[in-house]
């Protein structure tokens, strides 16, 4: 079945840089575009662009310009989102997903990122 | 770039009774890529309906989504205990994908 697993839970200084990874497996990981969505705590979700597996282009959304950047790996099937000059409202749960026409039906199971000093 | 407002913010029910939840956009979008989540606290998000009126892989026919251009619906005919959660609507697309700040069923 399909499987979206993320990389662990992070603690960060303001300033600092977080990657977070999404192993794909269970589909031909080249077929479907991956998502990035955050929550931070007791907040709503919040897109934050999307990564073609297949040629590794990307489309972030404004907010996130400048300070994200959405990679791939098609060995072992992982895309990778790095946001940079982190502060203390990027704390956030922070969820990979499966796109596609049907919406996004596979998710990972979130990693929380936060950023302390 | 397109905003999604979903009303109302907090709906206080009790199970049984049958709702409909609303998310109104900015400008027309296509209800090919319009989408319904449902959140349980701690959890991801599960996909309830895409294209606006399909419903997802597993999803009870009690839930059923309509509309198109601006305005579209989420409904629940009966409600269950299970369904007490947050609930977003997606525009979503291959360079897109804003969400509404979501409507949450509450106890009664």
């Known amino acids: 079945q399909v499987q979206l697993v993320q990389s662990g839970a992070e603690v960060k200084k303001p300033g600092a840089s977080v990657k977070v990874s999404c192993k794909a497996s269970g589909y031909t990981f080249t077929r479907y575009y991956i998502h990035w969505v955050r929550q931070a705590p007791g907040q709503g979700l919040e897109w934050m662009g999307i990564i073609n597996p297949r040629n590794g282009s990307t489309t972030y959304a404004q907010k996130f310009q400048g300070r994200v950047t959405m990679t791939r790996d098609a060995s072992p099937n992982t895309v990778y989102m790095e946001l940079s000059s982190l502060r203390s409202e990027d704390t956030a749960f922070y969820y990979c997903a499966r796109g596609g026409y049907g919406g996004y039906a596979n998710w990972g199971q979130g990693t929380l990122v936060t950023v302390s000093s | 770039e397109i905003v999604l407002t979903q009303s109302p913010g907090t709906l206080s029910l009790s199970p049984g009774e049958r709702v409909a939840l609303s998310c109104r956009a900015s400008r027309s979008i296509s209800s090919s890529y319009l989408a319904w989540y449902q959140q349980i606290p701690g959890q991801a998000p599960r996909l309830l309906i895409y294209?606006?009126?399909f419903r997802a892989t597993g999803i009870p026919d009690r839930f059923s989504g309509s509309g198109s251009g601006t305005d579209f619906t989420l409904r629940i005919s009966r409600l269950e205990p299970e369904d007490f959660a947050v609930y977003y609507c997606q525009h979503y697309g291959s360079s897109t994908g804003t969400f509404g700040q979501g409507t949450k069923l509450e106890f009664k």
């Open positions: 294209g606006a009126s």
